[in-house]
Every structure is written in structure tokens, then in C-alpha cells.
């Protein structure tokens, strides 16, 4: 008998056969069952752009915050000082916190450490090509899955636009102080000559898949 033939109750004989077969019918449908109660990989695509939007709107909220702090604690030379120490530190919190690379990056940078990598390089090239097709800066993200040295990852950029509270450190013309602290700092910097709705930048993530 087939193991998906019928099964039959109506004598002695069809008894003894049922057995056998019910235990193979069982098994299949046991070993279908495992197949489809195994968990997906963490998270699917979208889960992982609405963690990546949450995370972005978490490190913009907690640097904002430092920064506005230390404006009414020492002005703006202070607040070089503090995002100097500080912006790091919460990268680093949030990315231990996720086990994702959290980070910011731009075409122009002041911490040498955020020097864009090839990827990153060419997103924030396709922002500035948004812009001057006149998308708003505060709307443009970029996400994919990508493989790199047969890894795969997902990778997600938020912009950050020119604001003008930022013009104070990045903009054309800078107070009494703050140029010369910039220059003690970042000795490399390129992140000056800003206008307000310029693409200052991006925030970047990577998940490992």
C-alpha cells in the first residue's frame, strides 16, 4: 500500500496493514512539520530598515541633545569639544547595544574616521544627484543587501541635511573661537562652507545577515 493511499478500517487484515502505514503517514508529517516551524533568519527587509530608521532617530536625538546642552553650558567651542568625544561614544553604545556598525559619514569630512568606504561613497553621491533633482534632504534613505568578500550584509544610509544651528561649526563664516579650536582638533577638516539644505552628511548601519 502507497503511503498516501487510503487507509481502511473495515476488518482485521486492514488493521494490521494501518500499522505500519500510519507510522510512515506520521513521520512525514512530522518531518513536514520541523521543516516549516524552523525560524526565518532575524528579521526580514523590512524589519530591518524600520530598526534601522529607529536606531538613526536615536543617535540624531541623543547627539541633539548633548549638543544643545553644551551651547548653553560653553557656546560653541564647547560643543566642538563635546560632540568631539561624545558623538563616538553614543555610536558605540548603540552599535554594542544592536551588534550593528552604527556610524556617520561624508563627502566632506572633519574625523578622518568617518572617510567613506566605496559603498557609502556612492550612496551619498546618489543623495547629492536627488538633491539637484530637488528631492528634499530630510527624505532621502538608501537600503540593500550586498555581499562583500562572500559576506552578506545589509546596509542602510539616512542623510542628514544642513541645518542652521549647524552653520555655528560648519558653515561659511564661523565665530570668534571655533576656527581655531576646529583647527587643534581636526587639523584634516573639510567639513566647512556649508549652506542651510546642503547634504551635510549620512548616517550609516551595517547588519550582518
Not at 561659511?172 to 546642503?198: C, I, M, R
Request: charged share 25%.
Amino acid at each position: 500500500m502507497s503511503i498516501d493511499g487510503p487507509i481502511s478500517c473495515a476488518g482485521e487484515g486492514d488493521r494490521k496493514k494501518k500499522g505500519p502505514v500510519m507510522i510512515r503517514k506520521m513521520f512525514w508529517f512530522a518531518l513536514c512539520f520541523v521543516v516549516l516551524s524552523v525560524p526565518a533568519p532575524a528579521g526580514d527587509f523590512e524589519e530591518r530598515v524600520a530598526g534601522s530608521r529607529e536606531l538613526v532617530e536615536q543617535f540624531m536625538g541623543q547627539l541633539r541633545a548633548e549638543l544643545q546642552s553644551a551651547m548653553k553650558a560653553g557656546g560653541p567651542v564647547h560643543a566642538i569639544q563635546v560632540c568631539s568625544k561624545k558623538a563616538p561614544a553614543i555610536a558605540k553604545s548603540l552599535s554594542e547595544k544592536t551588534g550593528w556598525a552604527v556610524g556617520r559619514t561624508s563627502l566632506r569630512v572633519r574625523n578622518a574616521a568617518h572617510i567613506p568606504d566605496s559603498w557609502e561613497r556612492e550612496v551619498l553621491n546618489r543623495f547629492e544627484q536627488w538633491k539637484a533633482e530637488g528631492r528634499d534632504v530630510k527624505s532621502l534613505e538608501y537600503h540593500e543587501v550586498i555581499e562583500r568578500e562572500g559576506e552578506r550584509m545589509f546596509r542602510y544610509m539616512k542623510a542628514i541635511p544642513t541645518g542652521g544651528a549647524c552653520l555655528v561649526c560648519h558653515g561659511k563664516t564661523l565665530p570668534n573661537g571655533v576656527q581655531s579650536e576646529l583647527d587643534a582638533l581636526y587639523p584634516h577638516d573639510q567639513a566647512k562652507g556649508f549652506e542651510v539644505g546642503d547634504l551635510r552628511g549620512a548616517f550609516t548601519i551595517v547588519q550582518d545577515l
